[in-house]
């Protein structure tokens, strides 16, 4: 809280009173915790890869080169971290411009049931290398959307739900119109999530679990870029999970006028 007092003279120098302003600052401080706290993520996020890709390429320098073996596995680090820092930069870049008051989608009456197919195929590498099984209940619907954006969205729960769940399991996509509204629901059988951590969940670098998403290669951004996208559209995203039992997203969107 921040207080301001001033005395109230009259005209004929006489005391009047008072004046006592109270500022509640609680917000702004809040904002700029979150602020600071963004900052010192991206640059604790930015400097490990830069760590590695230094240390990894003093050591080849240092000699390592001689070393056949070492050659290739150091050169393989140095690619990885270096592919690492290329996501993180793309999504913050991603992030700021999703982020920006005044950011739209350009929404057209859109195939979301084509858009879904579409992040099925462009995402299936990575159920097939999980030998996964994907599970599909599509009915046609028309929604009021960015085509590229929704693929996007899509793209982004599917990524999770292999990312967040064992090899073999399987997942669900279901898309069907409901009070005048789309709805998209990604069902997982993996991990879950704590219900106390639900609600952290699309803030900006925000992992249940840091080692296990940076091992598969996440960078905490994904859900937060996912989430201005939804509201861009004027949808809405929800999450039931259950830890040990799997995760669903349920998207809502607008239908197309
Ligand atoms: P990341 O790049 O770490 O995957 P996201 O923003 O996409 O970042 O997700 C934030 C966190 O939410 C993840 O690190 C993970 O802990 C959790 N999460 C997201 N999707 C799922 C899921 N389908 N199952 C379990 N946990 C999930």
Request: proline share 3%.
């Amino acid at each position: 809280l921040e207080v301001y007092g001033a005395p109230v003279i009259g005209n004929h120098e006489q005391w009047l009173g008072i004046v006592i302003v109270l500022h509640d600052i609680t917000e702004l401080k809040r904002l700029e915790q979150i602020r600071k706290d963004f900052v010192a993520n991206v640059s604790h996020e930015l400097r490990t890869p830069v760590t590695s890709i230094k240390g990894f390429s003093e050591t080849l320098i240092d000699g390592a080169y001689k070393d056949e073996s070492s050659l290739l596995s150091f050169m393989e680090i140095i690619q990885t971290e270096a592919n690492r820092l290329e996501t993180l930069i793309e999504e913050l870049l991603e992030l700021s411009r999703v982020e920006k008051s005044g950011f739209q989608v350009d929404a057209q009456p859109t195939d979301m049931k084509a858009v879904i197919e579409y992040a099925i195929e462009l995402m299936q590498p990575g159920l097939t290398e999980k030998n996964m099984t994907l599970k599909t209940h599509l009915t046609p619907v028309n929604v009021a959307g960015d085509a590229n954006r929704l693929v996007q969205i899509l793209m982004n729960l599917l990524a999770n739900a292999i990312n967040y769940s064992a090899p073999e399991k399987t997942i669900e996509i279901s898309l069907y119109e409901n009070r005048n509204q789309a709805v998209i629901k990604v069902k997982d059988e993996g991990i879950g999530i704590a219900s106390a951590e639900i609600p952290r969940l699309f803030e900006r670098f925000y992992r249940v679990d840091k080692a296990r998403s940076r091992n598969s290669g996440g960078t905490g951004l994904g859900l937060s870029i996912v989430k201005h996208l939804i509201e861009a559209h004027h949808g809405k995203v929800e999450v039931d999970s259950t830890v040990g039992v799997g995760t669903t997203f349920t998207i809502y969107l607008p239908l197309a006028s």
